[in-house]
């Protein structure tokens, strides 16, 4: 199976929102709302930023939110912040005891 | 505080073997599922493995079914990635992951390590 599809990259400036999706097929994003968020800064590891479509781990700023619509998931960053800048990864489960990642978003707050 | 170590990277031949360790603290290992996810050099995330927090069950990912062995030993709060046959392709940052339960191994990854990186080169 492919990985799933994100753009390359996404920017906005301090203080705006910015969307960033995520597309699989039917048999992933489509079926199951096992769909989470990653965030990772340069040489460190990923953090768990949404789980489950849209629900936010605890200490995760309620500017993240997440929402799916058929097969393509979605993760918006409200009020952006320079910290926000970062590469973000979606994940689906895939069924089969498989699981996907995107190809990685670029986030540049400009 | 929970807490995920890996150790046992390193630079190894083509055809050759590693193992990574992952040392965990801070919850009750046993509870959890684990797995490991690689990211190769300037690239994206990659889920390799995963395995039940009573080890009755593992599951890989095809690009390493068969070549990678994954185990745990919750006496020692340890998991292990025994690596054979690697090959140039496997060259990766290597990540240990835990899922918030017990056998939803899929469901996403809450704490992950600092990774162990692994070199496939001759």
């Known amino acids: 199976q492919s990985a799933l599809t994100q753009p390359p990259s996404a920017s906005g400036s301090p203080g705006q929102s910015v969307t960033i999706s995520c597309t699989g097929t039917?048999?992933?994003?489509?079926?199951?709302?096992?769909v989470s968020w990653y965030q990772q800064h340069p040489g460190k590891a990923p953090k768990l930023m949404m789980y489950?479509?849209?629900k936010r781990p605890s200490g995760v700023p309620d500017r993240f939110s997440g929402s799916k619509s058929g097969n393509t998931a979605s993760l918006t960053v409200s009020g952006l912040q320079a910290e926000d800048e970062a590469d973000y990864y979606c994940?689906?489960?895939?069924?089969?005891?498989?699981?996907?990642f995107g190809g990685g978003t670029k986030l540049t707050v400009v | 505080e929970v807490q995920v170590l890996e150790s046992g990277g390193g630079l190894v031949q083509p055809g050759g073997s590693l193992r990574l360790s992952c040392a965990a603290s801070g919850f009750t290992f046993s509870s959890y599922a684990m797995s490991w996810v690689r990211q190769a050099p300037g690239k994206g995330l990659e889920w390799v493995s995963a395995?039940?927090?009573?080890?009755?069950?593992?599951n890989y990912a095809d690009s390493v079914k068969g070549r990678f062995t994954l185990s745990r030993d919750n006496s020692k709060n340890t998991l292990y990635l025994q690596m054979n046959s690697l090959r140039a392709d496997d060259t990766a940052v290597y990540f240990c992951?835990?899922?918030?339960?017990?056998?939803?191994?899929?469901?996403?990854?809450?704490?992950w390590g600092q990774g162990a990186l692994v070199t496939v080169s001759s």
């Open positions: 489950e479509v849209s």
């Open positions: 395995i039940s927090g009573s080890a009755s069950s593992t």
């Open positions: 994940s689906s489960y895939a069924g089969s005891n498989n699981l996907l």
């Open positions: 992951a835990r899922a918030p339960y017990s056998n939803s191994w899929y469901h996403s990854f809450d704490y």
């Open positions: 039917s048999s992933d994003v489509g079926a199951y709302n096992y």
